[in-house]
């Protein structure tokens, strides 16, 4: 595998697998893949670290969305190297406009994500 082909996967994991995945057992699993045990993760509520807390705040997003709300990419994957990727994402209804926009940017070492720094746009 390339490594954009590696990176591509790694977002993707972390924004569908993880962030989008209401099944618990089955996120934890892609988390356990996808992430480095002392993955930092940052969006506007705080900076948060390993396994469980991400857990946590992926289901705190799920649990505030309706079960028709999913996570989309919105654009290409852009990388830096082996080592940072970001990849834009729309939230919102299978079938309808999003009501949110971001942008997820992270630090890959050892096939893993190291930390995700998530950006919301203002007005999606």
Known sequence: MGDSEGLS???HSNLLEIFGE???AR???AIRRTYSEDIAFTDPEGTVHGYDAVNKQAQKVL???PETFAFAPDGPLYVLGAARAALPWA???VSGP???RGLDIATIADGR???VLTLL???A
Do not use: Q, Y
């Open 113 to 115: 994500i190291t930390s």
């Open 63 to 65: 649990d505030k969305s």
């Open 91 to 93: 939230f919102g209804p």
């Open 9 to 11: 996967a790694l977002m």
């Open 22 to 24: 209401r099944d618990a």
């Open 98 to 100: 999003a009501v949110a």
């Open 121 to 123: 746009a203002p007005n």
């Open 27 to 29: 996120r934890h699993e």
